[in-house]
């Protein structure tokens, strides 16, 4: 069984940065992908960012320039580097990975004052 741990989030001012980590246990293998979905209040999930075992980062258009997703070494841990935030990246941010079927974190907070 997988299980994602997050760490990370809080609450910032606009324009100011925040960090997320996500590690993955129970699995002995490097999984592909692992990134971070959010869902903001009355909004459905949308992807952040994802990274493959081959290190490729895809990114919502939203997030692309502020935001960088990076995994450690050649661990099951991703960070989440987010400066430049906007008051638009308020909201709940989910670990994700898929393993014959998706893994979700508990999910972090992140909020934006304008």
């Known amino acids: 069984q997988i299980q994602l741990k997050e760490s990370g989030g809080g609450l910032v001012q606009a324009g100011g940065s925040l960090k997320l980590s996500c590690a993955a246990s129970?699995?002995?293998?490097?999984?592909?992908?692992m990134g971070w979905y959010r869902q903001a209040p009355g909004k459905e999930r949308e992807l952040v960012a994802t990274?493959?075992?081959?290190?490729?980062?895809n990114y919502a258009d939203s997030v692309k320039g502020r935001f960088t997703l990076s995994r450690v070494g050649t661990q099951n841990t991703v960070n989440l580097q987010m400066n430049h935030l906007k008051p638009e990246d308020t909201g709940v941010y989910f670990c994700?990975?898929?393993?014959?079927?998706?893994?979700w974190g508990q999910g972090t907070q992140v909020t934006v004052s304008s």
């Open positions: 994700y990975t898929q393993w014959n079927t998706d893994y």
């Open positions: 990274i493959t075992r081959e290190d490729d980062v």
């Open positions: 129970g699995a002995y293998f490097l999984l592909n992908p």
